[in-house]
């Protein structure tokens, strides 16, 4: 699977920005998907997961209320879309697929990755 991420940018805070990841290669319509983030001189943090049909997804506290992930598999993208976005919100995302069972906010389990994407949220 190949991914790609955009959509980020430079926003103000309070505003608004919508990530799209565009998939290709092995089924992704098989995959579940996550969100990745990291910020400068921090660890990647998991921010959102979605299983392969769209019905189940899972976000880590700090973006939960904010931050709505959604996928469309007929187009093969997921999409990220950020509310209410904070300063602390700058960094780069990266989406993420993986097929194997496991805990979905583990790095490990996702096994292709895109290239990220930077958001800087400006107080």
């Known amino acids: 699977v190949q991914l790609q991420a955009s959509g980020g940018g430079l926003v103000q805070a309070g505003g608004s920005l919508r990530l799209s990841c ?3 290669g092995r089924t992704f319509s098989n995959s579940f998907m996550g969100w990745f983030r990291q910020a400068p001189g921090k660890q990647r ?3 959102a997961s979605i299983n392969w049909s769209g019905s189940s997804t899972y976000y880590a ?3 939960k209320g904010r931050f709505t992930t959604s996928r469309d ?3 093969n993208t997921v999409d990220l879309q950020m509310n209410s976005l904070k300063p602390e919100d700058t960094a780069v995302y990266y989406c993420a ?3 194997r069972s496991g805990p979905l906010r583990s790095e490990t389990l996702y096994d292709y990755w895109g ?3 930077l958001v800087t949220v400006s107080s």
């Open 115 to 117: 290239q990220g994407t």
């Open 22 to 24: 565009g998939a290709s």
């Open 73 to 75: 598999n007929a187009k």
């Open 97 to 99: 697929a993986g097929f």
């Open 61 to 63: 506290d700090s973006v």
């Open 45 to 47: 943090e998991f921010v």
